[in-house]
């Protein structure tokens, strides 16, 4: 990733968070398990250290991830970042990710993220080579107990560990490396020494097993408007914002259809195209891939980024056909220039 913004140690990221005034934590658009529960350890690790801190949203998360969240919730809306003397983003690859959030880059101090392709705003501490951003928040966490800033919390430990699982897919996804594992092992020890607290496997459930009846909707929908392309070697498929408004579903509910496309037997790579209800001309992206075929640089062709294998972007388009069969053309010649 290249950036003409500062690079920052883990140290300094720990020297900005303890000694700021008061934190704002800001998370992606369709916030997913990584932002939520990194973001939310990191506010959490603030607050341990007298400061206080709140996690802010440009987008309602899905059900599921809420228990993720301090205690207290989290805002909505930039207005919120106001009276915050520091303001940072985490697990957020590009401007455009904030969303709604955007006019408050020119007032985020750092950013810590695991994304190998985006563009940066701010000074980051960015490690593409861990599986989560909470990989790189949990090194923040040692540093500030080892410093004794904070002491230890089961509460931080936990959502350090629910955002590790949400973007490995509990460990299935080939993000997972060595490492992973021994830092899941040493939370899963300070999770299992706080005994009436909520346990791994409690955890595990919350995030992969259960749904919402939106949530099931939109999959179904998904299924309905599956295509191919490349001879099936790329699956995809798209919701409409007439599609999300007649069966009663919102975009929160979309946030895990990427993995059904990706499911379909000889699909190498997957994207799902969201129409949004609020701007009927943006489109929300999310691209995977089975192979070691690159979908952030496709991604990145649209402004956005994110992993070799797990990546998304936004479309600016007149209509759902436009905006999938840019996506769609996008895709299919990047794939087929790969062979």
Not at 235 to 245: H, K, P, Q
């Amino acid at each position: 990733m290249n950036s003409s913004f500062e690079k920052m140690t883990v140290g300094e990221i720990v020297d900005a968070v303890v000694s700021a005034r008061s934190l704002a934590v800001l998370c992606h658009t369709n916030p997913d398990g990584d932002t939520v529960g990194s973001a939310s350890a990191l506010a959490l690790i603030a607050r341990g250290a007298g400061v206080r801190s709140a996690v802010i949203l440009p987008d309602e998360p899905q059900e599921r991830l809420r228990f993720l969240l301090p205690p207290e919730g989290a805002k909505a809306g930039a207005g919120e970042a106001d009276g915050f003397d520091l303001i940072c983003a985490v697990d957020v690859a590009s401007p455009a990710q904030l969303g709604s959030l955007g006019e408050l880059i020119p007032r985020v101090g750092f950013t810590v993220d695991h994304h190998g392709m985006g563009e940066p705003f701010s000074k980051n501490l960015v490690d593409p080579s861990a599986s989560a951003a909470g990989e790189v928040v949990y090194e923040v966490y040692e540093e500030a107990v080892k410093r004794g800033a904070i002491a230890r919390d089961p509460g931080i430990a936990r959502r350090i560990y629910g955002a590790i699982l949400s973007d490995t897919g509990s460990f299935a996804f080939s993000n997972v490396t060595p490492r992973t594992y021994r830092i899941a092992a040493s939370l899963l020890e300070e999770i299992a020494a706080d005994a009436d607290g909520m346990q791994a496997d409690e955890i595990n459930r919350l995030l992969f097993g259960r749904a919402t009846e939106g949530e099931l909707r939109a999959k179904m929908l998904t299924v309905k408007n599956l295509k191919t392309f490349a001879g099936g070697a790329i699956a995809a498929s798209y919701i409409t914002a007439a599609e999300f408004e007649e069966n009663g579903i919102s975009e929160r509910d979309a946030g895990g259809t990427v993995d059904v496309p990706r499911m379909l037997i000889g699909a190498e790579v997957a994207f799902v195209v969201r129409q949004m209800t609020r701007d009927p001309r943006e489109f929300r992206v999310s691209s995977r891939s089975n192979t070691d075929f690159d979908v952030s640089a496709v991604c990145a062709l649209f402004g956005g980024g994110g992993h070799r294998r797990a990546a998304g972007c936004n479309v600016y388009a007149d209509s759902p056909e436009e905006a999938f069969g840019k996506v769609a053309s996008a895709f299919e010649k990047s794939y087929k220039s790969s062979l």
